[in-house]
C-alpha cells in the first residue's frame, strides 16, 4: 500500500517513511492511495472476544504495511497488543444510543490509542535500524495530545520529545500529565495561545530541514498530521460498528466531538473501508469553521476561540485537508457527513441535564456529541463518542453536577508527581535554544 499527499505533489511513499516525516514535502498531509475493503459479514460472525481492537487492529492494519520492507511487518501483532492494552466499552445509554469511551487509557483521553500505537511503530523502527537517528519528536498540544504522547513515549529513551503547551489554557489536570515526565520528556510553556505552538512546531521543521542542520537530528511531529496517529483511531469505528451491526443487523452513526478532525478522519476512513457505519456526524464547540465549510461549501478557517471543551480549540483544522481529499465534491461530503456548532451554555447544560437525568458525567468535549445527539432522529441508532474522561476537568464539571468526581487510578497516579517545565515567548530562538539544549 502507497501512501500520497494530500497536495499530490510529493513522492509516493511507504507508511514508515510517511511516520516519520509527518508532513509531506509539499506540505500536504499523508493518506492512503486506496483502502483495503472488509467485509462486515465476515467479522459479525466472530465471538465478541475476537472483535478486541488489538485483533481487529491488525487484521486492518496488515494491508496498509503489505509489501513493507521494515519490520512492521512481522512485530504487527505485538505491536497493535502493547498498544490497546485497555478497554474501550461501547456502552448503551438507551433504546437507540450507545457511548463508546475512549478514555480508559493512561491519561483518561482517546489520544492515549493514537500515542501509544506511534509510540510502539516507531519503537519498532528504530529497533530494526530503519529509523538511523535518535529521533527528536516534536508535539504542540491544546491539552491532551501532549500528555498522551509524553505517557507513551516516557523512558523510551531512543526517542527526545518537547512538548509545547499555551501556558494557562490548558486544565490544571491536563496541565499535570504533561509536566510530570521528566528523562527524556521536556514540557514548555508558551506564552501564548495552541496556535502560537503549532506555529513554532512548523518553523522548527523548516529550520531544520535546512541541509546544514538536516543531519544533526531526526524530526517527528506526534500531532495528529502524522499518519501513526490517525490510522489507529479508525480501529475503534471498526469495531464498534460491528459490535453493533452484530447485534442489530444495521449499521450505526457515530457523533464526534472534534477539533482537530483527526478522530473523525479515523472514522470517515473505516466507513470507507466497508464497516457498517451510516453517517459521520461532528460535534464542534464555538470554533464554526467546519459547520461553516458544509453550510457555504467555502473553506475559510478563522482564529481560535477559547471555549469550555478546549482540547477542540481549533479554528484552522489541520485534517480538513485529509477529509477534502477523500470528498473533494461538497454535495458528496455533505452526505456523508454533518457538522454542528456547541456553544459554551449548551455544554454547561448538558452536563448538567444529562447527569440528572441519565446519572453520566460527561466531559465538556463528549458533552458537545450528547448535546447533539438530542437533535438527531429519536428513532434511528447513535453512539455518542466520548472522549475523555470528566475527571480530568473537574473544574468545570464538578459545580454543575454538585459531586467530587472519582478519579481514575492510572489518572491519580500521574497526579501525584512534581511537574517541571521551562517557560518561553512564542518566538523560535527561543524554541531553537531549548531543543540545542
Ligand atoms: C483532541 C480532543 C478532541 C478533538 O479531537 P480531534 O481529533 O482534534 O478532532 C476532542 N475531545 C478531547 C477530549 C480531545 O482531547
Not at 86 to 93: D, E, K, S
Not at 159 to 185: A, H, M, Y
Not at 368 to 377: D, G, H, N
Request: proline letters at 6%.
Amino acid at each position: 500500500m502507497n501512501f500520497i499527499s494530500t497536495r499530490g505533489q510529493s513522492p509516493i511513499i511507504q507508511f514508515s517513511t510517511a511516520l516519520s516525516a509527518s508532513l509531506a514535502p509539499d506540505g500536504g498531509l499523508y493518506v492512503p492511495e486506496s483502502f483495503p475493503h472488509f467485509n462486515p459479514a465476515q467479522f459479525a460472525s466472530l465471538a465478541n472476544e475476537d472483535l478486541s481492537l488489538a485483533k481487529i487492529g491488525r487484521e486492518i492494519f496488515a494491508p496498509f504495511i503489505k509489501d513493507h520492507a521494515t519490520g512492521l511487518r512481522a512485530e504487527i501483532s505485538s505491536i497493535c497488543k502493547r498498544a490497546f492494552d485497555f478497554p474501550i466499552p461501547l456502552i448503551p445509554l438507551s433504546e437507540n444510543t450507545s457511548v463508546l469511551e475512549l478514555f480508559h487509557g493512561p491519561t483518561a483521553a482517546f489520544k492515549d490509542v493514537g500515542a501509544r500505537f506511534l509510540r510502539e511503530c516507531l519503537d519498532t523502527l528504530s529497533e530494526s535500524k530503519t529509523l538511523q537517528k535518535r529521533s527528536t519528536i516534536l508535539v504542540a498540544t491544546s491539552g491532551d495530545t501532549g500528555g498522551a504522547v509524553a505517557a507513551a513515549f516516557h523512558r523510551h529513551s531512543e526517542f527526545e520529545v518537547f512538548v509545547l503547551f499555551p501556558k494557562g489554557r490548558i486544565s490544571p489536570r491536563q496541565e499535570k500529565q504533561l509536566t510530570c515526565w521528566g528523562d527524556n520528556i521536556h514540557s514548555i510553556a508558551v506564552h501564548g495561545t495552541f496556535d502560537d505552538c503549532q506555529r513554532l512546531v512548523k518553523e522548527a521543521f523548516q529550520a531544520f530541514n535546512t541541509p546544514t542542520l538536516a543531519h544533526q537530528r531526526s524530526f517527528t511531529s506526534a500531532n495528529s498530521i502524522n499518519i501513526g496517529r490517525i490510522l489507529p483511531q479508525s480501529f475503534y469505528y471498526a469495531v464498534s460498528s460491528i459490535l453493533h451491526y452484530k447485534k442489530t443487523g444495521k449499521a450505526t452513526g457515530f457523533i464526534i466531538p472534534s477539533g482537530n478532525l483527526g478522530n473523525s478522519v479515523g472514522a470517515l476512513w473505516a466507513k470507507e473501508m466497508g464497516f457498517p457505519i451510516r453517517q459521520v456526524v461532528l460535534a464542534c464547540n464555538a470554533n464554526r469553521s467546519v459547520p461553516e465549510y458544509l453550510q457555504s461549501g467555502i473553506w475559510k478557517p478563522h482564529s481560535t476561540v477559547a471555549t469550555l471543551a478546549n482540547a477542540m480549540d481549533v479554528g484552522n483544522p489541520s485534517n480538513i485537508e485529509r477529509i477534502r481529499h477523500l470528498f473533494p465534491e461538497i454535495e458528496r461530503l455533505k452526505k456523508e457527513v454533518a457538522a454542528f456548532s456547541v456553544s459554551d451554555q449548551e455544554i454547561q447544560n448538558t452536563i448538567a441535564e444529562d447527569w440528572k437525568t441519565l446519572g453520566r458525567a460527561w466531559c465538556p468535549h463528549t458533552a458537545t456529541a450528547a448535546f447533539v445527539r438530542k437533535s438527531l432522529p429519536q428513532d434511528e441508532h447513535w453512539v455518542i463518542v466520548s472522549t475523555a474522561h470528566p475527571a480530568k476537568f473537574e473544574t468545570i464539571v464538578e459545580p454543575l453536577i454538585g459531586e467530587t468526581l472519582e478519579i481514575p487510578p492510572a489518572l491519580s497516579e500521574i497526579l501525584s508527581k512534581p511537574s517541571q517545565y521551562v517557560d518561553i515567548q512564542p518566538a523560535l530562538e527561543n524554541l531553537m535554544k531549548e531543543l540545542s539544549k
